[in-house]
């Protein structure tokens, strides 16, 4: 059935002995670069650069949250900023006001509330299908937008700061301070590195597998004896939770959090960046998250109204590229004979 | 007879003011090939949903080994030892066949949680998987990805994720679906194989399949039981004869040659068409 | 709260709601029939409001803008249905999320560059402008009489055009199989740059109409687009009974959770979705 919600293409394949590690020399060797970048860069370009890829580093989080979701799960989620924002949020709520926090216990809240959230909402969700799905998560996602918009939870529409960078202390020593720029980078980096592996590993394990059979066909899943439903909402929780460390880090960054963070457009933004991307595999939700990033920022010093460049082009890269720019990469360096890229119907 | 591994009482299934399945008893049994056959609209779908537990039943009751299981959601009855086959293919089409038995097979030691460990190392999945794709006959094609397949080989596929996860009850719905002779035979072999150490419930309306193979026949006709019973009394059964062969032929009356006359049945439209024509013309 | 007071809030609400439906009822009907999710459908209500601003301003009545802007409306649908959306149908869901989601970001920046982003008012016709006394004190504004008035002319056209007329038969069997309609000879291409264009001209004469209640500001689309989810997603996709039903439940729970409620207002609305949808996931009511 043409727009069929269950058949998207380009869907990893599972063969026997392989794993998401593949290509993982280019990982490290993508690590390596991101982490020598602050070194290379020198004073000169330093603040600004290693600012903006801090900010692309922590979309490509959030994106790989999203792609969990999207590319494996098969659950198309319209409504994921609202992990973000939450945890955002909850990082500048416990905050305190006199001086700096506790980073570790913070991120725990981050990601508790975060978390807590993804269960509450896909325990709702996961109860529809196909195209009522996407509303539905983009409904409650307004919903957040609107308890921190209209309440006076943390400042309405004019948001909160954060006043004070958490210290990240360990036994009494200080391993590093969030306060110099090229700490933080690396603090972010620390984290997309652990997304990655993280969900790698998720992806290898048998929870991973079943989730990808789910999507494949989620009835052969029921009739084998899976409880179909406990997975999604597994995988809804797991998304939702690496959405939060995102989210965390934004806020620590920017120290200021406001209801933007949780508007549709965010979530409408990291579907984006991992269909750019390309669907159902880590690296695409990394380079779709570095794409649109670094796009939006290049067309914004093209035109007050970059949008339209944006609209375009996303119109434009959709309609050519549906399974995203890894395709791209994978047709032009692989020119061996596809096993079986069959229809997923 | 051996005891009922899954019994059915009076289950019925009603969708608004239409009762699809009206108080129906059936009892599968260990080492046997239980057959249900019935024109169009009789209602074996929807009884075969419910015994796998895809569709509530509205009344009525299930047990499984003397356990009440009536109500149970598809998942928990797969895991009690129910698994099914279905009428269309119902399989992983871009994983391989060792693949998709495994993952099959991995609903019986599933360990979600244990996030660090690989799929694929796990042995339980990847023998109950293999043993099953063997016992279907898929050991040749093992690594071919499953679009790959014939269709044939598709229905053995099939067959052989309704065994990966070792049940005791297998609901196999049609599996002859779309087959030509030869892989009917292939398939014919493989059911009878599969009568020692399962209860076997067999949707067809492949006939002569169906009385080369079964046990025991039940006749379905608009949502009730007509007949039960062994093969040879129910090619002699007149309400059967009626309902199948058309009302002519049930009063010429010629007993033991139910074959006989040839006539289109009156049973509707025939998907697995091929079969049904080649064995009446046989019979003349 | 007083009998006139509550009086009133119910008017308000009827006249949420079926503004509601009409925009709702173009969207549900673009997916029911031609399986588009169709984020940008709020631009065509935005674009009603800044229609009615302009031709307006043009015409100097808001009523003789109303017809133009119609016309206007089923022209662009017609011509945007033809260049951009009929390559939708075959894609998947994904895919037309975010293809229409930059189909606003363009809609968005394009009134930009066109009208700017200052917040209009749209003068109501001289001869509505007057309101009708309701009880001893209060009065209520015949503009909003006039709104609901309208819809409910709308709501009637559709309802007898759907029952019972060969186009509406048309459209309800494709709202419930595709196939079959067009195998049965119907030119569905046709068919379904009418309804696109039936849809947009909805929201347009939505957004029209509200624009001297609503005023016009950007990020107007955006807004009304997710409440029309959730009507869709209560009322049943492909249901115009379930998203008048619907849209009155919304106009209700939104109007008197404002006066109660004013700082939960805005998600009393998402709370009630998620309420139906543990009782129907599927929404209220089936399709056509």
């Known amino acids: ?345 | 007879m051996n005891a009922p591994v899954l019994s059915a009482r009076r289950l019925t299934r009603r969708f608004g003011g239409l009762t699809a399945v009206g108080e129906v008893d059936i009892d599968l049994a260990l080492h046997e090939i239980h057959a249900v056959i019935g024109t169009n609209g009789a209602g074996k779908s929807t009884l075969i949903n419910m015994l796998s537990g895809e569709l509530p039943p509205s009344a009525g009751s299930l047990q499984l080994q003397g356990r009440d299981v009536t109500g149970w959601a598809q998942p928990r009855l797969a895991r009690a030892g129910i698994g099914r086959s279905y009428q269309r293919n119902n399989i992983f089409l871009p994983l391989t066949v060792r693949e998709n038995c495994r993952l099959a097979a991995q609903s019986r030691a599933q360990r979600a949680w244990r996030l660090w460990e690989g799929a694929q190392r796990c042995r339980t999945s990847r023998a109950l998987g293999d043993e099953a794709l063997e016992c279907a006959g898929l050991a040749a094609c093992a690594d071919t990805v499953a679009t790959a397949l014939s269709h044939g080989q598709k229905r053995q596929l099939e067959v052989a994720m309704c065994l990966a996860t070792q049940p005791t009850v297998l609901l196999l719905d049609e599996p002859l679906a779309g087959m030509g002779a030869e892989e009917s035979a292939r398939m014919l072999a493989l059911l009878r194989s599969l009568r020692d150490g399962h209860a076997v419930l067999l949707v067809e309306h492949d006939m002569e399949a169906v009385f080369s193979v079964a046990d025991r026949i039940t006749v379905m006709v608009n949502g009730t039981v007509i007949a039960s019973g062994d093969p040879a009394s129910i090619r002699l059964n007149r309400e059967v004869r009626q309902a199948y062969l058309g009302e002519e032929d049930a009063e010429e009356g010629t007993e033991g040659d139910a074959e006989e006359g040839g006539h289109g049945s009156a049973g509707g439209s025939h998907e697995g068409g091929p079969r049904r024509g080649a064995g009446r013309e046989q019979a003349a | 709260m007083d009998i006139v007071s509550f009086f009133i809030q119910c008017l308000n609400s009827i006249q949420y709601g079926l503004l509601l439906f009409l925009v709702a009822s173009g969207l549900t009907l673009i997916f029911g029939i031609m399986g588009v999710i169709n984020l940008a459908h709020g631009s065509f209500y935005m674009l009603g409001a800044y229609l009615a601003f302009t031709l307006a301003g043009l015409t100097g009545s808001l009523l003789t803008a109303i017809p133009l802007g119609i016309v206007l409306a089923v022209a662009f649908g017609y011509v945007l249905e033809w260049a951009f959306f009929s390559y939708l149908y075959q894609r998947e869901h994904l895919q037309q999320v975010l293809m229409t989601y930059g189909l606003i970001l363009v809609f968005e920046e394009m009134r930009s560059i066109l009208v700017g982003d200052d917040v209009h008012g749209v003068t109501v016709p001289p001869f509505l402008d007057w309101a009708l006394p309701i009880g001893n004190e209060m009065t209520y504004p015949v503009y909003r009489l006039f709104i609901s008035a309208v819809c409910l002319l709308v709501a009637a056209a559709m309802y007898v055009v759907i029952r019972r007329t060969r186009l509406g038969m048309m459209i309800r069997a494709g709202a419930t199989n595709r196939e079959m309609v067009q195998s049965l000879g119907i030119n569905v291409t046709v068919l379904y740059r009418f309804v696109f264009a039936l849809g947009v001209a909805l929201a347009v004469l939505a957004g029209m109409i509200a624009a001297p209640v609503s005023s016009v500001y950007p990020g107007m689309g955006g807004q009304v687009l997710i409440v029309c989810f959730v009507v869709v997603v209560i009322g049943g996709i492909g249901s115009v009974k379930g998203a008048l039903v619907a849209s009155l439940l919304l106009g209700f729970v939104d109007t008197f959770g404002k006066v109660f409620w004013q700082e939960a207002s805005g998600v009393l609305v998402y709370l009630l979705m998620a309420l139906i949808l543990l009782w129907k996931p599927q929404g209220l009511f089936k399709a056509g």
Do not use: C
């Open chain 1, 1 to 345: 059935m043409p727009g069929d919600i269950n058949a998207l293409e380009g869907a990893p394949r599972l063969r026997a002995g392989a794993a998401p590690w593949r290509g993982g020399l280019g990982w490290l060797a993508l690590f390596a670069l991101l982490a020598a970048l602050p070194l290379l860069l020198g004073e000169q370009g330093q603040r600004f650069y290693i600012e903006l890829l801090s900010k692309v580093m922590i979309m490509a989080i959030f994106a790989l949250s999203l792609q969990l979701l999207i590319g494996y799960a098969g659950l198309v989620s319209l409504g994921h900023a609202a992990y973000f924002a939450v945890a955002a949020y909850a990082t500048a709520m416990l905050a305190p006001q006199a001086g700096p926090g506790n980073g570790w216990l913070l991120l725990l809240g981050a990601l508790a509330a975060a978390a807590a959230l993804a269960l509450v909402v896909g325990a709702l969700v996961l109860r529809t299908r196909g195209v009522y799905f996407i509303m539905v998560t983009l409904a409650f996602a307004q919903m957040v937008f609107f308890v921190f918009h209209d309440t006076r939870i943390a400042g309405g529409s004019d948001g909160t700061y954060i006043y004070f960078r958490p210290e990240f202390d360990l036994l009494g020593a200080r391993p590093f301070d969030v306060n110099d720029v090229a700490h933080f980078y690396w603090l972010v980096l620390g984290a997309l590195v652990l997304t990655v592996a993280g969900l790698a590993l998720v992806l290898r394990s048998r929870f991973g597998h079943a989730l990808v059979g789910i999507r494949h066909n989620e009835q052969r899943m029921r009739a084998a004896g899976y409880a179909t439903y406990r997975y999604q909402l597994g995988a809804f929780v797991v998304a939702g939770t690496f959405a939060g460390l995102a989210g965390y880090l934004y806020a620590i960054q920017y120290g200021f959090v406001n209801p933007e963070i949780a508007s549709w457009h965010q979530s409408g933004n990291a579907m984006l960046m991992v269909i750019l991307g390309g669907a159902g595999s880590l690296a695409g939700a990394v380079l779709g998250a570095f794409s649109f990033v670094l796009l939006a920022e290049w067309f914004s010093t093209l035109t007050r109204h970059w949008q339209l460049l944006m609209g375009g082009f996303i119109i434009v890269a959709v309609a050519l590229l549906p399974h995203g720019l890894v395709s791209l990469a994978r047709v032009l360096a692989l020119p061996r004979a596809r096993r079986g890229q069959g229809e997923s119907r």
